[in-house]
Every structure is written in structure tokens, then in C-alpha cells.
């Protein structure tokens, strides 16, 4: 057991020294779910095999001490020092490295999968495409059952959940490389014509209402933007527009349903497909987004964000965000 557990452990390290060293793509949630397994099967043989086996040894151990007492005590000795006994019992006893590192570890790694899977999942922002509602470095929490609750790794929907809405602030596993997470805002419903002309966002011949505010000085660029703020839906948040840039759409993918979509100087047309979602960054001219690489399937659909929970370089940023 212990070279067939050294042979495990070596996979999972390798595993991950690949992914981050690039050489693969990884699956986390692939990764945690073989971790439970593995060390859930050793937490069962730990629990049911090895533990009695090595308590019924210290039991021998015990009977042999007793005998040996009593055999001295038919001779008249009865000052009998246990010191050896207790140090051997508590040797028996001692669970292996290969436990340790297995079984030992089985519960920290069930909670933190099921929390994960089912509850609450971290995600910290990489990039400025959410600016000015989320920073690079924040970290978020997205919650996993708001719009129903999935298997993890299969992602099959056990319930329902919530609908999604237009303004939801979602994680999602990007459609040309589904291993990546993507953090956008939803836009567009199934069915809706969502049109960006001009850097102005139209739903089904609707104009979304916006109002100009301060303009927003970028840290990373040391440069103003012009701000506004956007009620799509019933959710009032804030987008940034830099008017340096033009409104067309350069380098749009090939990609499922683009047929959907009518591409011009100004922007695109899309109509969204039933299943699918039209998305895109705050940051509206710094956001590779649904203008780009097409629609989002319910399925990708990892969960709502909505809390910053840290951010190190600036503790002001934890809370609530539209």
C-alpha cells in the first residue's frame, strides 16, 4: 500500500504541476472530485480494515503484557514497569504516512468539494473587462444553487432553480475553451434582438436607459474613462466606455449560431438562441465577449456572483455589487 499510495499521490502532483506549468489544460473541479474519491476509499479501508487491524494488534500486545505480569507476579514480582508496553501500543496505533496523507485528509476535502460543487465557489477577477463594477485582483464568491443545483464535473441540472436575468453578473465556462471560467454580464435573454450600435445596447427595439456620471480614473492605465450608469432590467450598475476606440466588432469568431448575428461598421445585430444567453464586460471596449465569440449555453452556466470578499491591495472593495 504505501509504493501504491507514493505512485497516487506522484499522479495528482504531476497532475498539477502540468496544468500549471502549461504543458495541459486542467479541470479543477475533475481534480477535487478524484481527490475525494480516492481519499474517501482510503477514509472506508482506514476506517473498517487498517484501524481494527491495528487495534486488534495492540489488544495482542496488551494480552501479552498481562500474561507476562501475571507470570511474574506467580513469582513473587510484582513492581512491573509498562513504560515499554505504552510506547509500543501508541507505535500500533499511529497511523502510517500513507494514511496521513489519504485517509487523514478525506474530510477537509469532502467539505471543501461539496461546498465548492453545491454552495459557494471562489473566483478571483484577472482581468479589467468588468471595470468599473469589478477590479482586477477582487475576489468574489458565485453562488452555485441560485440557478439550480448541477453534478459536478457532468454538470447535470438536479434542480431548477432560479431564471436568469438580464443584468446578472455570471461565472461561466467559456464556450471556445470550456476548462477557462469567464466572469460577464448577462444581456440578453433567449429570443431577444440585442443590438450595440454605436456604443448604444438596444433590447428587442428598446434603447437600455443611460445616464452619464463621473468619469472613472483607471489605476492600471492612469487614465479617465467616461462612466455611466446602465439600468438593464431592474439592475442599475455602471459601464465604462472609452471613446477612443470604434464601435465595430474586429475579429469576431466562427462560432455556433452566428448566423444569428449581422455584423456592420456600427456593431452587431444578434438574436439569441433558445438555451443561450448574449453576455458582455462592463468595460465595454476592453471585453472579449459575446459580440466576439458568440452565445453562452445554460449549461456553461457555473453560477451568480455577487460578493467581493477580498481584495488585498484595497479592503474597501468588500461587499455587495450590482
Request: hydrophobic residues 45%; proline residues 5%.
Given at each position: 500500500?504505501?509504493?501504491?499510495t507514493?505512485?497516487?499521490l506522484?499522479g495528482?502532483?504531476?497532475?498539477?504541476?502540468?496544468w500549471?506549468?502549461?504543458?495541459?489544460?486542467?479541470?479543477f473541479?475533475?481534480l477535487?472530485?478524484?481527490?475525494?474519491?480516492?481519499?474517501g476509499?482510503?477514509?472506508?479501508?482506514?476506517?473498517?480494515?487498517?484501524l481494527?487491524r491495528?487495534r486488534?494488534?495492540a489488544?495482542?500486545?496488551q494480552?501479552?503484557?498481562d500474561?507476562?505480569r501475571?507470570?511474574?507476579?506467580?513469582?513473587g514480582?510484582?513492581?512491573?514497569?509498562?513504560?515499554?508496553?505504552s510506547?509500543a501500543?501508541?507505535?500500533?496505533?499511529?497511523?502510517?504516512?500513507?494514511?496521513?496523507?489519504?485517509?487523514?485528509?478525506?474530510?477537509v476535502i469532502?467539505?471543501?468539494?461539496?461546498?465548492?460543487?453545491?454552495?459557494?465557489?471562489?473566483?478571483?477577477?484577472?482581468s479589467?473587462?468588468?471595470?468599473?463594477t469589478?477590479l482586477?485582483?477582487?475576489?468574489?464568491?458565485?453562488?452555485?444553487?441560485?440557478?439550480?443545483l448541477?453534478?459536478?464535473?457532468?454538470?447535470t441540472?438536479l434542480?431548477?432553480?432560479?431564471?436568469?436575468?438580464?443584468?446578472?453578473v455570471v461565472?461561466f465556462?467559456?464556450?471556445?475553451?470550456?476548462?477557462v471560467?469567464?466572469?460577464?454580464?448577462?444581456?440578453?435573454?433567449p429570443?431577444?434582438?440585442?443590438?450595440?450600435?454605436?456604443?448604444?445596447?438596444?433590447i428587442?427595439g428598446?434603447?437600455?436607459?443611460?445616464?452619464?456620471?463621473?468619469?472613472?480614473?483607471?489605476?492600471?492605465?492612469?487614465?479617465?474613462?467616461?462612466?455611466?450608469?446602465?439600468l438593464l432590467?431592474?439592475?442599475?450598475?455602471?459601464?465604462?466606455i472609452?471613446?477612443?476606440r470604434?464601435?465595430?466588432?474586429?475579429?469576431a469568431?466562427?462560432?455556433k449560431?452566428?448566423?444569428?448575428?449581422?455584423?456592420n461598421v456600427e456593431?452587431?445585430?444578434?438574436k439569441?438562441?433558445?438555451?443561450?444567453?448574449?453576455?458582455?464586460?462592463?468595460?465595454?471596449?476592453?471585453?472579449?465577449?459575446?459580440?466576439?465569440?458568440?452565445?453562452?449555453?445554460?449549461?456553461?452556466?457555473?453560477?451568480?456572483?455577487?460578493f467581493?470578499?477580498?481584495?488585498?491591495g484595497?479592503?474597501?472593495r468588500i461587499?455587495?455589487?450590482?
Amino acid at each position: 500500500m504505501p509504493f501504491l499510495t507514493a505512485i497516487i499521490l506522484a499522479g495528482f502532483v504531476g497532475y498539477g504541476g502540468a496544468w500549471y506549468l502549461g504543458a495541459m489544460e486542467g479541470n479543477f473541479a475533475l481534480l477535487l472530485f478524484m481527490a475525494t474519491l480516492v481519499t474517501g476509499l482510503y477514509w472506508l479501508a482506514e476506517r473498517f480494515i487498517f484501524l481494527p487491524r491495528r487495534r486488534a494488534a495492540a489488544q495482542a500486545l496488551q494480552v501479552q503484557s498481562d500474561q507476562r505480569r501475571a507470570g511474574l507476579a506467580a513469582q513473587g514480582i510484582t513492581q512491573v514497569d509498562d513504560g515499554e508496553l505504552s510506547t509500543a501500543r501508541e507505535r500500533v496505533l499511529a497511523q502510517p504516512w500513507w494514511l496521513d496523507w489519504t485517509a487523514g485528509l478525506f474530510p477537509v476535502i469532502l467539505v471543501v468539494f461539496l461546498l465548492r460543487s453545491f454552495v459557494f465557489e471562489p473566483f478571483k477577477i484577472p482581468s479589467g473587462s468588468m471595470i468599473p463594477t469589478l477590479l482586477v485582483g477582487d475576489l468574489i464568491l458565485v453562488n452555485k444553487f441560485t440557478y439550480g443545483l448541477k453534478l459536478p464535473v457532468i454538470n447535470t441540472r438536479l434542480t431548477e432553480g432560479d431564471a436568469v436575468q438580464r443584468g446578472d453578473v455570471v461565472v461561466f465556462r467559456y464556450p471556445p475553451q470550456p476548462s477557462v471560467d469567464y466572469i460577464k454580464r448577462v444581456v440578453g435573454l433567449p429570443g431577444d434582438e440585442v443590438a450595440y450600435l454605436g456604443k448604444r445596447l438596444t433590447i428587442n427595439g428598446q434603447p437600455v436607459q443611460t445616464t452619464a456620471v463621473s468619469d472613472f480614473f483607471d489605476e492600471s492605465t492612469m487614465e479617465y474613462f467616461k462612466q455611466f450608469d446602465e439600468l438593464l432590467g431592474v439592475k442599475n450598475h455602471r459601464i465604462m466606455i472609452d471613446e477612443r476606440r470604434p464601435g465595430f466588432v474586429a475579429g469576431a469568431f466562427d462560432f455556433k449560431y452566428k448566423d444569428n448575428c449581422r455584423y456592420n461598421v456600427e456593431g452587431v445585430v444578434c438574436k439569441v438562441p433558445e438555451g443561450h444567453y448574449f453576455v458582455m464586460g462592463d468595460n465595454r471596449d476592453n471585453s472579449l465577449d459575446s459580440r466576439f465569440w458568440g452565445f453562452v449555453p445554460d449549461r456553461n452556466l457555473v453560477g451568480k456572483a455577487f460578493f467581493v470578499w477580498m481584495n488585498f491591495g484595497d479592503l474597501k472593495r468588500i461587499g455587495s455589487f450590482n
